[in-house]
Structure formats: C-alpha cells, structure tokens
Antibody, heavy 118, light 105 residues
C-alpha cells in the first residue's frame, strides 16, 4: 500500500525558510507525480506544486519565486522548500501522489502543521 | 478556476439523502474530484473525473455534473460520514473548494 509521511519543524520564524520532507513507502517516486498541498486556518486549501517521475517540477504561479521541490530517489523521499516565510504561510502541509500530470491526488499523508511565528 | 461549494454547513439525519454542490467559475470539463476529510486525518479521495468511485469507497457516494456544476450525493447518510467534503478541479490549474461541513442533526 502506498503511504506518505510528512516531517519537518512545527515552528518556523518569519523570513526563514521552511523545509519539509515527504517519505514514501510502498511505491517508487520514480513513477507518477508527487505534490505538496497546504490547508490554511479556516480550511482554504492551496495546490503548491509537484515533482514528476523524471524530476521535473511545476509550481503554483503565486509561489513560484519562493518554492522549490526536490527529491532523493535513493531514499524515496521528496522535499519542499519555501523561502521568505511569513505568518501567512502558517498552515497544515500535505504531500500526496497523483497518477497523471493533470490529475487528482489519490494518496495523501497525514499532514504536518507548521506555525510561522517569532 | 474558482470553486464555490454550497452549503458551507449541512445538518442531516442518519438515513437522509444529502447533496453537496460545487460550482466552477469556468467550465471544468469533468476534471473534478471530491474528498472527505475527518478531523486530524488525511483527505480521502471519494470520486474522481466527476463520477468515478474510488476503490474501496461505499456505493452510497456518487458524483455527477458537467460544465460548471457538480454534485456529490450520499444516498443514505451514515454516522461515519460526518466530515468536511471538498471539491477539487484539475482542468485548468488546480484549485480546491472551501468545503462543506456535514454534521448530524
């Protein structure tokens, strides 16, 4: 069974960078598409971007200058880095799998809550 | 594409048929999915491509729609269906609805 698990710091200071890891078991990240989604307080959700089976990436234009998604295929992990963090980046961050480029996410991690505060 | 879900809160009784709605600001071309999320859990895929039931999801869940208007129906509400439901379009970019919170009356 495909399982995803996010990990990373729960508290980040403003202006710093946020780094999260998604560890995948039961499926290789060298297949399909692997994305990051976040849910803000108040329940609004935002698609942040994904990394493909070949390592190429696609990002939400609203985040494009601040976001980077990379991977380590030897560990079957992919990563989110978000720079120049503000309090508006406080959210629960999820990683998930999509079977196709223009597709829905079928497996999700439990999510990791990140608070941005000094 | 912006997605508007209605109602934002729905109270219903066990056994009721409930209908949740999702309206796009543009044509979604049936590239619409529905998710269920319970408190503290990961979102669960219920329906994809408007009306395809994800493996393992009870048949009381169904999806329909076209163009800009889509619905998720639960034929007979069960206590375990209490959750927030949100729609997601992947036709033009990727956007989520704000969610409908479903509670028991």
């Amino acid at each position: 069974e495909v399982q995803l698990q996010e990990s990373g710091p729960g508290l980040v200071k403003p202006s710093q960078s946020l780094s999260l890891t998604c560890s995948v078991t039961g499926y290789s990240i060298t297949s399909n598409y692997w994305g990051w989604i976040r849910k803000f307080p108040g329940n609004k959700m935002e698609w942040m971007g994904y990394i493909t089976y070949s390592g190429s990436t696609s990002y939400n234009p609203s985040l494009k200058s601040r976001i980077s998604i990379t991977r380590d295929t030897s560990k079957n992990q992919f990563f989110l880095q978000l720079n120049s963090i503000t309090t508006e980046d406080t959210a629960t961050y999820y990683c998930a799998r999509s079977l196709t480029e223009r597709g829905y996410f079928d497996y999700w991690g439990q999510g990791v809550m990140v608070t941005v505060s000094s | 594409i912006q997605l508007t879900q209605s109602p934002s809160l729905l109270s219903a009784s066990v056994g009721d048929r409930v209908t949740l709605r999702c309206k796009g600001s543009q044509n979604i071309n049936n590239y619409l999915a529905w998710y269920q999320q319970k408190l503290g859990e990961a979102p669960k895929l219920l329906i994809y491509n408007t009306n395809s039931l994800q493996t393992g999801i009870p048949s009381r869940f169904s999806g329909s729609g076209s163009g800009t208007d889509y619905t998720l129906a639960i034929s007979s509400l069960q206590p375990e269906d209490v959750a927030t439901y949100f729609c997601y379009q992947y036709n033009n970019g990727y956007t989520f609805g704000a969610g409908t919170k479903l509670e028991l009356k």
